[in-house]
């Protein structure tokens, strides 16, 4: 039989459906593969097989009675420790919240319980999610599956390692300055960053968030397939009114030309040669797909990235800064500090200046996307970076922190951006970025698969 851990969401639910495996030989498949790879990576920082095995019971009792499991019928799906999962705490990379047991779902958990998705496990993130790099004090140090030496991203970095290493179907991750695209990136798969209000989130174990993550993070998924990417992203956005953010927009909006702008160096970023060859390959793929293609820049990213950093730390700064001394994490101490040499604090007309200013930028890319339906961007500027050379110097994080425009300009417009695996150089992963106008994720799911069907696609691996 074949490993149902290799299998896409799509089709594992579809044989479960159908009654050709259960949910149960799904599940201890699973945490086969979990505990065969997970202590090479260090992707998943918890799980209780015996409530995966009581998940996967309950789905098979559903479809024994007759009744619908849900579009994830069993799938396996891995949730990140900075949400909310009942009986679980919800840590965040934090020793000072080991103990902050969630007694409800957040909405996207629930969502994905509601779809018959069977919850595996917990994956790793760097204390407080901020960072594209994945270490802690608590949870020790995630490696990327495909190679050890390069990041395996972050903040969702342990989502991203455990989808490509057949932990798992589907990987929850969240996304406010590139936490979903760029592990997918770095790991040689796919993640969707949606609009704003699409997937409804909310953690009850903690206070409401700060306005700078109330407009700019979102909850996303991560797969090693444009299908799966869909049906997941489907079922994470059902309606939850505990988020005030959440709206009901149809999932697919109305036909759009077939056309693509071609950025390979968005608002002047400095962008490698095999990163540009990745875009003009997958541009290539499009085109092939009968899509129109034109090179031209984007709208502006450096000021929208320059104010997502002051609206997040203005907020942050308020509390932060002793929740720092108190966990005393070294790479976290040392990624803030740097990030306040950046951003100085803000008084509150700048503040308010911010908020007003979000407004014009949605304005001038929502104009982009009438000219050009979907565009073609860089990930990053650079192939994915070296494990941890992010906290080497002052130099290398301000190096990361330009080649990572795309990632941290995007989020202040509350636009959907999706990462689009496309192949290897060598061992590392490469792929390119595809964004499009607020809620329309449907292009960019359709540009996706387009080009995923011109390349190979992505399989689980086994880590190096």
Known sequence: MTDLWRLPATDLAARIRAKQVSATEAARDALARLDAVNPKINAVVDHRP???????AAVDATIARGEDPGPLAGVPVTIKVNADQAGYATTNGLRIQQDLMAAVDNPVVANLRHAGAVLLGRTNTPAFSLRWFTRNSLHGHTKNP??????????????AAAVAAGIGAIGH???IGGSVRYPAYACGVHGLRPTLGRIPAWN???????IGGQVMAVSGPIARTIADIRVSFAAMAARDIRDPWWVGVPMEGPPAPKRAA???RPDGMDTQPAVEAALRDAAKRLQAAGWTIEETDTPPLREPAALQAMLWLAESRRGLNAALQREADPDASFIFGQM???CPLP??????DALQKRSYFVRVWMEFFERFPVAITPVSGELPFRDQEDVESPEAFRRIMAAQLTQVGL?????????VATGLVGTIPVGVQLLAGRYREDLLLQAGAAIEAGGVPASPVDPA
Do not use: K, W, Y
Request: glycine share 14%; proline share 8%; aromatic share 2%.
């Open 347 to 352: 008084d509150i007309n700048a503040f308010m």
């Open 204 to 210: 009850a174990s903690s206070a409401e968030r700060h």
């Open 146 to 159: 495909r190679d050890p030496s390069i990041t395996p991203g972050g903040s969702s970095g342990g989502a």
């Open 50 to 56: 015996e409530d995966v095995l009581a998940q996967a």
């Open 262 to 264: 071609l950025c390979i």
């Open 340 to 342: 306040e040499e950046l």
């Open 173 to 175: 991750g969240t996304d």
């Open 411 to 419: 989020p202040l417009m509350g636009l959907p951006g999706l990462t």
